[in-house]
C-alpha cells in the first residue's frame, strides 16, 4: 500500500484511514488510487476490525482528480481499458477506490470537511454513512471537464437521492454546502467537528456484535434493490446464522448482566 498517500490506524476494532495529501486538498494522483484500493482491500480481510472511518488530512476530504497528474501520466489517452475488468471483478481501479468501501464487511463511515469533489465525493459516497461539516463544500464536478462521474456513482447514488436532484447535480457540477447536502440526502448527518463525531460513531458501532452489523450492512446492501423474494430470503438466511451464535449470545448476556459483551472476531458466513 502506499504508506504516503493514505493511512491506516487502528485501535479497539476502529480502522482510522486517511488521505494523506493534504497539501495537495488530497487530490486523486495514480498513488492515491493505488493507497485507496488497497487500503480497502486489505480492511476488507481484517476481522479485528469492525468499524471504519474514511477521512482526510489537510483542509479538504478529497478535492477531486489531480487533472495534472492524470495529462502527465496519459490516464486521459488510457480511456479504452475503463471498460476492461479483471476475470470476476465487477469494478477497475478508478471504481475500485469507491466502490469497494461497500464491500469492505464493517460499517465504513466518511468524515467531511472542506473540498469534496468529483472523485473526492464518490469515494465519500461509497461509504455507509457519511458526516459533514455544515461549511464542507460538495460537487458532482465532473461535467466541469466535459465527463461523466465513472467511480460507481451509478451505483452509490440512487438510493440517497431523488433523480431529479441527482441529473440537476450531474448536468450542472454545482456546488452544495454541507448543511444543504444533508438536506438533499447526499450525507447522513452534519457536524460540527465530522471527524470526532465519525470516530466516536465508529466506537459505538464496534461496541456491537460485529457478526450483526457485518450482516446488516450486507442485508441493505444486497436487498435494497432486490426482488422481494430474494430480499426475504437473504434476511432469513442471515438471521438463522445469527440466532444462538457465539456473539449474540455474548449480546444476549451483556443485556442481562449490564457487563460490556466479550465479542469475538467474525466469524459468520452465508451464502
Known amino acids: 500500500m502506499s504508506e504516503q498517500r493514505v493511512t491506516i490506524e487502528i485501535t479497539d476494532h476502529v480502522a482510522d484511514v486517511r488521505l494523506n495529501r493534504g497539501d495537495k486538498h488530497n487530490g486523486l ?11 480497502a482491500a486489505r480492511l476488507r480481510e481484517d476481522r479485528d476490525v469492525w468499524a471504519v472511518v474514511l477521512s482526510g488530512n489537510g483542509p479538504s476530504f478529497c478535492a477531486g482528480l489531480d487533472v495534472q497528474d492524470a495529462v502527465q501520466s496519459g490516464a486521459f489517452s488510457q480511456a479504452d481499458q475503463l471498460a476492461e475488468r479483471l476475470p470476476g471483478e ?9 466502490y469497494d468501501w461497500r464491500r469492505v464487511p464493517a460499517p465504513v463511515i ?9 472523485g473526492g ?22 461535467i466541469k471537464w466535459g465527463l461523466i462521474p465513472d467511480m460507481g456513482l451509478a451505483v452509490t ?18 456546488i452544495v454546502s454541507g448543511l ?13 467537528d465530522p471527524l470526532a463525531t465519525a470516530l466516536n460513531l465508529a466506537a459505538e458501532i464496534a461496541g456491537k456484535s460485529p457478526d450483526a452489523t457485518r450482516f446488516g450492512k450486507r442485508l441493505l446492501n444486497e436487498a435494497w434493490h432486490a426482488p422481494d423474494a430474494d430480499a426475504l430470503l437473504l434476511e432469513s438466511k442471515l438471521q438463522k446464522a445469527l440466532i444462538g451464535s457465539p456473539n449474540q449470545i455474548a449480546t444476549v448476556q451483556a443485556n442481562f448482566t449490564k457487563e ?12
Not at 466518511?110 to 468529483?118: D, K
Not at 455507509?128 to 465532473?142: C, G, K, P, V, Y
Request: charged share 20%; aromatic share 6%.
Open 29 to 39: 494522483d495514480t498513488a492515491m488510487f493505488e493507497g485507496l484500493r488497497d487500503a
Open 90 to 98: 465487477l469494478v477497475n481501479l478508478f471504481q475500485a477506490v469507491a
Open 110 to 118: 466518511s468524515a467531511i470537511h472542506g473540498n469534496c469533489f468529483g
Open 121 to 142: 465525493l464518490q469515494i465519500a459516497l461509497g461509504a455507509d454513512i457519511r458526516i459533514a461539516s455544515t461549511d464542507a463544500r460538495l460537487s458532482i464536478m465532473e
Open 157 to 174: 447514488l440512487p438510493p440517497l437521492v431523488r433523480q431529479d436532484v441527482a441529473k440537476e447535480l450531474t448536468f450542472t457540477g454545482r
Open 180 to 192: 444543504e447536502a444533508f438536506e438533499l440526502g447526499l450525507v447522513t448527518r452534519v457536524a460540527e
Open 260 to 271: 460490556p459483551p466479550a465479542f469475538q472476531p467474525p466469524v459468520l458466513e452465508v451464502d
